[in-house]
């Protein structure tokens, strides 16, 4: 590791410090609740406990590291353009910080659902490295870059392939999880598997949309589990679409199962609506597994526990209740961004 990265790997490091101990932070997080209120107080909070853990110890720098062939700075190193998604609280932060390790000039487009917590982190980083502040920026309109990094919709994706098209990027757009029940999971992964289903209510791509189950199980079972999120039917804007999506499904006569914060639907799509969980029936793990292959470009995660993984070849596995603890080395849609944005140093 050449000395500026050295560098930037302290100041990361000193930056968890610094949040960890902040007393302004929950001053913070309020505001960004009261702008967005689906960035509630707890989920907030998990989020930046998850960058701190996660990213900011040296520790996990230096094992992330450790899995690449590091050299000196490149003298042309380029200028990345990151559009910041919005669904969860930092869901953006991953990309900067990539882009901060590789020494790349940076300018950071945020999404209007979340234009709080970022600027903060950045202020901070700024603090502790105010280097930062030459070659990267927090901007309205995306100009003057070499390479993107674009995170959206379905349909803003398509707008992105068209105007990015003469530029080395990585584009995202959505994809869910799923989770295979084998039916001899523990209570433990049961309440593991509620946390991937409920966490952030359902709007991040890690989160479980869609459970693969035995044809003899009994998916009344899940109920018990899922109380733990049951405080969801005071949160308004949740609950509006579960009171929707209800309406719906009554009245197109679909047979589901529900709760009071959520409708089990048995549908063969991957992705649900807030408040919805999709279920499956599969006959064997083999054939299932030849299912998930063909739809392996809209699927994010595959929760699973040790009966199922065993079985399943070649296909990554998250354990219950892991969706949203990701490590610096799992790369959405499974795209190495760090990998992509030393490459462009040897772009001419």
């Not at 994706?157 to 999880?177: A, Q, V």
């Not at 197109?252 to 029936?281: G, K």
């Not at 399943?312 to 610096?328: A, C, H, I, W, Y």
Request: glycine letters at 4%.
């Amino acid at each position: 590791m050449n000395e500026r990265m050295t560098q930037r790997v302290n100041a990361l490091v000193k930056l968890g410090e610094t949040l960890r101990d902040d007393p302004t932070l929950p001053d913070i997080m309020s505001r960004a609740a009261s702008m967005n209120p689906w960035f509630t107080e707890e989920f907030t909070k998990f989020a930046v406990a998850g960058i701190i853990d996660k990213m900011l110890t040296r520790t996990k720098l230096n094992e992330w590291l450790s899995r690449y062939e590091l050299t000196a700075d490149a003298p042309d190193t380029r200028t990345v353009g990151i559009i910041m998604a919005g669904n969860l609280p930092l869901v953006g932060f991953h990309d900067f910080l990539c882009a901060y390790v590789a020494g790349c000039g940076i300018k950071a487009k945020l999404s209007g659902k979340d234009d709080i917590l970022f600027p903060y982190v950045y202020a901070k980083l700024l603090e502790i490295d105010p280097a930062l502040r030459e070659y990267s920026s927090v901007i309205e309109m995306l100009e003057g870059f070499d390479a993107v990094i674009a995170t959206g919709s379905n349909n803003t994706n398509r707008y992105f392939e068209y105007y990015f098209r003469d530029y080395p990027k990585i584009l995202r757009r959505n994809r869910s999880s799923v989770a295979i029940l084998s039916g001899s999971e523990t209570d433990e992964e049961l309440s593991g598997l509620a946390d991937d289903v409920f966490m952030y209510f359902g709007f991040g791509c890690r989160n479980v949309s869609k459970l693969y189950v035995p044809e003899d199980y009994d998916i009344t079972i899940l109920f018990p589990h899922f109380e733990k999120y049951k405080w969801l039917h005071n949160h308004t804007k949740y609950m509006n679409n579960y009171d929707y999506n209800r309406t719906l499904l009554l009245m197109n006569r679909t047979e589901h199962l529900a709760n009071e914060i959520v409708m089990i639907e048995e549908n063969q799509s991957i992705s649900s609506p807030v408040s919805v969980l999709y279920f499956e029936r599969y006959e064997n793990v083999k054939t299932l597994q030849e299912k998930l292959k063909e739809k392996e470009d809209s699927i994010q995660c595959i929760v699973a526990g040790n009966v199922i993984e065993n079985e399943l070849d070649r296909l990554n596995v998250v354990k219950f209740g892991q969706t949203q603890s990701p490590e610096l080395w799992d790369y959405a849609d499974n795209v190495d961004t760090l990998d992509f944005l030393f490459s462009l140093k040897s772009l001419h």
